[in-house]
């Protein structure tokens, strides 16, 4: 039987010189057959990774005034050591690169920050392919050039407010002019990122903006991606997550818009040769648009976030439009297998799409490769942050603040999925069933603002920290220390290296890179342990963790208990092989891994090939010109849609009506091929005399004109029908929803109205019974 149990993948690192080098040796093969690439990798993101400010200088803003002249002794000699970062560089916000801007322009670029491990890992790929990043502006801010005349110590005679200077404002993109988009479009184009610029000898990265009006943007993002896909691809409905009404169709415009958007700007930038990666749930009707435009384009789609179950799924009322844009590409790619099993699932459930023998899915011909590949970070980058200097002095004062208590550390978005209030439960448990600890651990939890902020959630949180401490504290330990807000860069890696025990415990989660942050923190300290949660999309790589089920308070209380008095010599065992996982299994090789991927799709037979419709005034020329012509058409699918009852499988008026015209012409000779028996055949096309038939597949043919019927079957043997009979009355009482449908010279079983999963399982048993047991003793053939 099938397994459904996530496949285990050998513990051997990963190596990114050996995945590369895979990559270069498939696109040699590529090139040596005929096939052409161009080098580039085109990404298609949501965001463009730079922040984009457009500088206005209104006339009333007076200059500062003039510097006085310094005397050459007040100058500070120049250090001659490299200065240490600043020790206040936020987590969210780290130490920000120098805006870039030039004298005959009002834009500054500077970076954006967040998704990391995303833009490492595409960075990456700057080292063997040119790169084209391609996403929106995000909002346009007028950044102020002047500052107001009380920061220079100077009386103000402006009539313009002193607020005016200091506040950002969004400028509206209809009022960016034609000229000025050129102008940003030229200074993305030459951008260089700090991750650009730290590749050694790397190949050109260029970023193209994408314009969207105001009002589709954030319907698109605040409105459908974060109120009806972000909460159903973690396992919540809309109403779940709305303060208010809401409906799951209200933004549905604006995200169709947006995906239009996009598509038409990558078939803009595309050269024949191109590798597409379009990335996650902002933009999946992108594929299917791209494979409308550019049919013969290599494309693959990687999820970010979880996919959930079909059960899940099939409440979205668009559900069957977002499988099809996903279906466009050639590769679909998750972070867990589980993940991908789940969209595989609900494109058989929902759209009632075969899966192939590869585990692909079927769609009129063009087959989606389905694959999975967990994200990772950028461990060099990380290794280097925990070397900052600022870390040393706080992770001192954290121990002399703890001393003699272990510390258990949290760090996660105050947001109702990453489990914060069921982490505080299970502590709260911890406490209760191992009452040892009250005194001796405590747990620093830090929740960072979430992009919606939620005030119930929020004051939840506050009242069970209050609680816990109320129990279980007293005037000289408090429990639970919980700080919400962003904590800087120092403070961050401080807090992970001091840690006695890791706990994080998401209810659904993508990539978190908080777990592998710190196992690498933990390098150079303690090698402690970390409760992870087994519904994160990193945890099958994590093994060695102490996985659990958020949900369940006492797995989790039992799991924390364990960590904290786990003996030294399993802490350095298991804290080396996630230590190796975290090195090897990182943002680089994740992007490399894709590279790879989406190559071997091309060439094969997974690679869509679209018939291109022949031209409407070409096609009626050579028909008019034509002295004979010959149709064979099919019924199912062609005359008739394919419905789940096959009796209710009947051709429109308009059919029939075409069928009559063309049958009259004596230079046409129409025949219909199919699968039905003769009866049912007379029964809904024999009025129409100029038709010929081919029942059965062939095994009963009515020619054009004629009344009787050709038995092509009557010399045959057909005793083996009743052998087949039996072994598909077996599976029809194991099936449900199952029927047999039995003609003159074949036999089918029809598992439609089943189960999709079930059926095709037990048609694939069947099938294999029938080849090695039956048919080869007598002159059949099982389909």
């Known amino acids: 039987m099938d397994s459904f149990a996530e496949p285990r993948r050998p513990a051997t690192p990963v190596s990114l010189a050996a995945v590369r080098e895979q990559v270069r040796k498939l696109e040699t093969d590529h090139i040596a057959n005929g096939i052409p690439l161009s080098g580039r990798i085109i990404h298609v993101c949501h965001y463009l990774p730079v922040s984009s400010s457009f500088s206005s200088r209104p006339s009333d803003l007076p200059s500062p005034p003039p510097t006085p002249p310094t005397a050459p002794s007040d100058i500070p000699a120049s250090p001659t050591e490299p200065t240490a970062p600043p020790k206040d560089a936020s987590l969210e916000q780290p130490q920000p690169q120098p805006a870039q801007t030039q004298e005959d322009t009002n834009w500054v670029l500077s970076a954006r920050h967040g998704h990391s491990a995303m833009v490492s890992g595409i960075s990456s790929l700057a080292t063997t392919h040119e790169q084209i990043v391609i996403g929106w502006t995000g909002d346009i801010t007028s950044a102020p050039t002047t500052l107001p005349p009380a920061a220079y110590g100077a009386p103000s005679a402006s009539t313009v407010p002193e607020s005016a200077y200091a506040t950002p404002s969004k400028v509206p993109v209809k009022d960016i002019g034609e000229e000025d988009r050129r102008s940003l479009e030229g200074l993305l184009a030459k ?231 069921q982490k505080l439960r299970a502590f709260e448990k911890l406490l209760h069933d191992y009452p040892q600890w009250i005194g001796h651990v405590v747990l620093i939890q830090v929740t960072s603002p979430a992009l919606s902020d939620s005030p119930k959630l929020e004051r939840q949180v506050s009242e069970i920290v209050a609680h816990i401490n109320g129990e279980y504290g007293s005037l000289d330990f408090i429990p639970v220390h919980h700080y919400h807000q962003t ?95 975290a090195r090897t299994h990182t943002s680089h090789t994740w992007a490399a891994t894709l590279a790879k991927l989406l190559l071997q799709q091309i060439g094969g037979q997974n690679t869509a090939k679209m018939t291109l419709p022949m031209p409407k005034d070409r096609l009626e020329a050579q028909y008019r010109t034509a002295k004979k012509r010959l149709f064979l058409l099919d019924y199912d699918g062609t005359l008739s849609p394919i419905v789940r009852v096959p009796s209710q499988a009947t051709p429109s008026p308009q059919t ?80 449900t929803g199952s029927h047999i449908e039995v003609k003159k010279s074949s036999i089918t079983w029809h598992y439609r109205s089943a189960d999709p999963e079930w059926g095709l399982f037990q048609c694939r048993q069947c099938q294999d019974l029938l080849e090695n047991n039956l048919a080869r003793k007598r002159p059949i053939e099982g389909k």
């Not at 659904?508 to 710190?518: A, L, Q, V």
């Open 656 to 735: 029939l009506e075409a069928l009559e015209n063309l049958t009259k012409d004596p230079r046409n000779v129409v025949f219909i091929i199919s699968g039905r028996d003769g009866a049912f055949l007379e029964q809904h096309l024999g009025h129409i005399r100029g038709l010929g038939m081919s029942a059965e597949h062939g095994g009963f043919v009515r020619e054009p004109g004629s009344r009787e019927w050709t038995n092509f079957t009557e010399n045959l043997d057909m005793e083996w029908m009743g052998e087949v009979l039996e072994i598909f009355k077996y599976y029809t009482e194991r099936t």
């Open 487 to 581: 904590i800087k860069k120092d403070e961050f890696y401080a807090l992970l290296s001091v840690a006695d025990l890791g706990v994080i415990t998401p209810l659904r989660d993508g990539m978190n890179t908080t777990s592998m942050e710190f196992v690498l923190a933990q390098g150079r300290t303690k090698k402690s342990p970390l409760v992870l949660s087994e519904f994160m999309g990193i945890s099958s790589n994590m093994a060695d963790a102490l996985q659990v089920n958020p949900w369940n308070l006492v797995e989790v209380a039992a799991a924390m208990h364990r960590g904290l008095t786990m003996a030294d010599d399993e802490k350095a065992r298991r804290h080396a092989t996630l230590y190796d996982t």
């Open 191 to 421: 951008y260089r990122s700090r991750e650009d610029v730290e590749i050694e000898g790397g190949q050109q990265t260029t970023y193209v903006p994408v314009w969207l009006d105001d009002t589709e943007a954030h319907g698109h993002y605040e409105g459908y991606c974060k109120q009806t896909l972000w909460p159903l691809f973690h396992y919540l409905l809309w109403q779940d997550v709305a303060t208010e009404y809401a409906s799951a169709d209200a933004h549905w415009g604006a995200y169709n818009a947006v995906n239009e958007v996009f598509a038409k700007r990558v078939a803009e930038v595309y050269k024949p040769g191109d590798l597409i990666w379009v990335h996650d749930y902002h933009l999946l009707l992108v594929p299917s648009m791209l494979r409308q435009a550019l049919p013969e384009v290599a494309l693959g789609l990687f999820m970010h976030t979880p996919f959930p179950s079909s059960e899940i799924f099939r409440c979205l009322p668009r559900r069957k439009e977002i499988l099809d844009g996903m279906l466009g590409a050639n590769l679909i790619c998750f972070q867990t297998y589980s993940y991908s099993r789940h969209f595989t699932s609900s494109c058989v459930r929902v759209c009632g799409y075969e899966i192939t023998a590869t585990g692909g899915i079927d769609v009129a011909g063009h087959v989606a490769s389905i694959a999975y590949c967990p994200v990772g970070v950028d461990a060099d980058r990380v290794a280097k942050d925990t070397l900052r200097p600022g870390i040393q002095p706080k992770l001192e004062a954290l121990r002399a603040l703890y001393e003699g208590k272990k510390i258990i550390v949290g760090r996660d978005k105050l947001d109702v999925v990453k489990g914060v209030v």
